[in-house]
């Protein structure tokens, strides 16, 4: 039976990846600049990471274009490609618990979730790309009779990633799998504030005989490592994930350098709707509770949003009140704890910004609302929920990313929809009802990447995620994120 004991025992063993990961060697920052890593759990400083520059980005991007040009990844035989990946896939396996530590560490995310969710998916997720990179077929056109024409799929070449800190390993894997398969050459940058998992994925990658250059990992700030990636003239796409400040201004830096494509996965302020004939009240409570409180609220498509109708809303208010109770913060390593810290003091200070500013346009605060653990030095938050909330109101617009729910009551479907779409993001949305009629028409005319009926956040690596409006464009997971990292080609050949 594992405990906290155990996990601190860990915690204090392992030895923590800080090294940057460039052409096949674990090195430090060309300058050997570093910076520091503080833990959210106790505020205690745990590392001191590589700060990779623009000369640091330049080396691994030019190590990730060789490895691209000769072909040592991209012309190796499709089963000695899956072996590679799958090989790396059982080495994280072997290091799953290590792996679900440094999250845990870096985040501030409970010990059970890097344990049963965030280091399971990254696993599945390598596991399905690497399934999937030998069903890319490409097509055969109709042609004169003298003509054979076909199209193939094309690996783009170096493929830049930039990934946020709320879900490290998982979102990073999201790209970094679908990417590799196509047989493109990978340059990581993970955020600042937990760069740890990535930096063991990218050891790991060396271990499992991926060669030199193809994955490199170069931790460092966003605004020096980060633009110099998506500045880059010799990188093919930008793969991001994280705000849409940042997105905005990867698009900007592609069309001042070379047109390098770009996909964004941006944030949310995503609806979860309540009708009267909801099939189980219970049930949406608690979905409801953990679409706002997992990961601390730090997640792109957290339910922030929670719109009720009349008919229901104060029974339903009882339930959510009591499930939001049960949200309790704890340790991280705690494996008991199902709520644990913001990702870093600034996070938490942004949250409770949010709070205050709810509290001053005059929503109702029915729980929560403060910091929490302090005496911990950690960065926590208490579960909280706003009832009250008017629709055009700061806490009903803008993302907050920490685990605040906005309630809203509406009166009939039309409202609740108008509503729902009424923000600048477009990510995910839910709804819970009996009529089928309504279930589907809401889902035609929610402006969003994501509907869940009677659920929340109840799909796969099987489908398709992303987002509509300023919630960024391109898709991650299925085989459409296969497809995004290659380029078509037709050739036509005439007979002579
Ligand atoms: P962020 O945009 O501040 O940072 C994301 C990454 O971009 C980090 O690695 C950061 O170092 C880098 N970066 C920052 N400035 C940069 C610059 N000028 N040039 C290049 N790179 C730069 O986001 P965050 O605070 O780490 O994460 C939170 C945001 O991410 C939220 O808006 C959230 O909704 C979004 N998010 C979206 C999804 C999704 O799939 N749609 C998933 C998770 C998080």
Redo the contacts with the bound molecule.
């Keep these: 039976m594992t405990s906290l004991a155990h996990f601190e025992k860990l915690a204090g063993s392992i030895k923590l990846p800080t090294l940057a990961v460039i052409d096949g060697k674990l090195v430090p920052a060309g300058k050997g600049h570093t910076f520091e890593k503080h833990t959210p759990r106790n505020g205690r400083l745990i590392a001191h990471i590589a700060e990779c520059d623009a000369d640091d980005v330049d080396i691994a991007v030019a190590s990730a274009r060789s490895a691209f040009e000769d072909g040592r990844w991209r012309h190796q035989h499709y089963r000695d490609k899956k072996k590679v990946l799958f090989k790396l896939a059982e080495l994280m396996e072997r290091d799953a618990e290590t792996l679900a530590v440094l999250e845990s560490l870096d985040v501030g995310k409970p010990i059970r979730d890097t344990q049963a969710f965030d280091v399971p998916s990254a696993i599945r997720t390598l596991r399905y790309y690497a399934e999937a990179l030998d069903k890319v077929n490409g097509e055969v056109g109709p042609e004169a009779p003298d003509r054979v024409s076909f199209a193939v799929h094309e690996p783009l070449g170096v493929i830049g990633t930039?990934?946020?800190?709320?879900?490290p390993l998982h979102?990073a894997m999201w790209k970094i799998a679908p990417a590799l398969a196509m047989g493109n050459s990978v340059v990581v940058?993970?955020?600042?504030?937990s760069s740890m998992t990535a930096l063991k994925v990218g050891e790991l990658a060396l271990e499992a005989g991926l060669p030199a250059g193809v994955l490199n990992i170069v931790p460092g700030?966003?605004?020096v490592a980060?633009?110099a990636?998506?500045r880059h003239m010799d990188v093919d796409m930008i793969a991001?994930?994280?705000?849409?400040?940042?997105?905005k201004?990867?698009m900007k830096?592609s069309g001042e350098s070379n047109l390098k494509r770009v996909s964004l996965?941006?944030?949310?302020k995503s609806p979860h709707i309540v009708f009267n004939d909801c099939p189980d009240l219970d049930a949406a409570a608690l979905h409801a509770a953990f679409g706002i409180f997992y990961n601390s609220g730090q997640?792109?498509?957290a339910g922030s949003r929670l719109l009720v109708q009349e008919g229901v809303a104060d029974a339903f208010m009882e339930k959510l009140i009591k499930a939001a109770k049960d949200v309790v913060p704890g340790d991280p390593l705690e494996p008991k704890t199902t709520f644990g810290s913001m990702v870093s003091a600034e996070q938490m200070k942004t949250v409770l910004g949010y709070i205050d500013t709810a509290n001053k346009e005059g929503a109702a605060l029915r729980h929560g609302g403060k910091r929490a653990r302090e005496e911990t030095g950690g960065f926590y938050v208490e579960p909280t929920v706003f009832d009250k909330v008017t629709p055009k109101s700061t806490l009903a617009q803008e993302?907050v990313?920490g685990p605040v729910l906005a309630v809203t009551r509406f009166k009939d479907a039309d409202e609740a929809i108008r509503i729902a779409n009424g923000t600048v993001f477009g990510?995910a949305a839910g709804l819970w009802t009996k009529d089928l009629t309504l279930a589907h028409r809401a889902a035609r005319d929610l402006r969003s990447g994501l509907v869940w009926v009677n659920g929340w956040d109840s799909c796969d690596i099987t489908m398709p995620?992303?987002?509509f409006k300023q919630?960024?464009f391109g898709r991650?997971r299925s085989m459409h994120a296969l497809y995004k990292y290659a380029d078509m080609k037709s050739v036509s050949i005439t007979l002579r």
């Design positions: 930039i990934v946020p800190w709320n879900f979102l940058k993970p955020a600042e504030q700030a966003g605004r980060g633009t990636i998506a991001f994930t994280g705000s849409g400040q940042v997105g201004l990867l830096y996965e941006l944030g949310g997640v792109c498509t993302e990313f990510l995620f992303g987002g919630s960024g991650d």
